[in-house]
């Protein structure tokens, strides 16, 4: 069952279209990849599911309602978990209190507390570090806590904006299992990703993204190794600069 369609998207910045006409469709269950060179529009197709692009055209459907007309708010409220590319802690505040953050939408609190111990038995490595501040957190801490937080709303859906960028190659293989882990509990994940390797490893389907369309779509093990050399050899010489253009 379809959990997030998007239907024919254009969406971009003030007056500035980024995306155009893109259809992109995750199902209940399923790891879903976004790949793509720097600036073709990752960030902002998932920025424009949280209501934080201008949307020019085109449908976005969780379940069944219309997320369009919703405000950034509301969507945070419908059962979306979102982990942006960066700033995605509070650095001030607590590993805890980050924790207590993510849940700020639900009113049972001893639900919440039993829900941050489970959050700890996922991500050992913050129960120890309950009391520090965020900002003294390794990067990969950090990620993880990012996701933790994002996952104490309770989500249907997480979506991820590049987690594994600049950690650390043992932090990325610790991380794309978290996700692995976090998907097999029921939560649905949508994700940008630069790593191609990690995306193949972890999704069950991908879609490529190109100066701001989509060049391809399909399950993970139908990319070859020269569609991959193709797509992304050429990155920097098609990079988009002109988002007028097209
Ligand atoms: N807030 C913004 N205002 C105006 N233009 C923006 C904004 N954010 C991004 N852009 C432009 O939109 C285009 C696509 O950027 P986007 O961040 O979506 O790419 P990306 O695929 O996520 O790249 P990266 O891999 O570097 O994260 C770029 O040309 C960028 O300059
Ligand atoms: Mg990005």
Avoid: C, H, W
């Amino acid at each position: 069952m379809s959990l997030l369609k998007i239907i024919s998207l254009t969406a971009g910045y003030g007056k500035n279209i980024v995306i155009t006409n893109i259809f992109v469709n995750v199902n209940e269950g399923e790891i879903v990849a976004i790949l793509g060179p720097n600036g073709s529009g990752k960030s902002t197709l998932l920025k424009s599911v949280m209501g934080i692009t201008k949307v020019f055209s085109g449908k976005i459907f969780f379940k069944d309602v219309d997320l369009t007309p919703l405000s950034v708010d509301r969507r945070a409220r419908v059962g979306i978990g979102y982990v942006p590319q960066l700033d995605n802690v509070f650095t001030e505040l607590s590993v805890e209190e980050n924790l207590e953050m993510g849940a700020y939408t639900r009113p049972k609190r001893e639900e919440v507390r039993l829900d941050i111990e489970d959050i700890y038995s996922l991500f050992p490595s913050l129960r120890g570090k309950r009391k520090r501040k965020a900002k003294t957190l390794s990067g990969g801490e950090r990620q993880m806590l990012a996701i933790a937080r994002a996952l104490m709303a309770k989500p249907k859906l997480l979506i991820l904006d590049e987690p594994t960028s600049s950690l650390a190659p043992n932090m990325v293989s610790t991380l794309v299992s978290k996700i692995k882990e976090v998907n097999s509990r029921g939560v649905s994940v949508l994700m940008a990703e630069q790593n191609v390797k990690v995306a193949l490893e972890i999704a069950d389907r991908v879609y490529i993204m190109r100066s701001g369309r989509v060049i391809f779509e399909g399950p993970s093990n139908s990319l070859t190794g020269a569609m991959i050399g193709d797509l992304f050899l050429t990155k920097r010489a098609t990079q988009r600069t002109d988002p007028e253009e097209g």
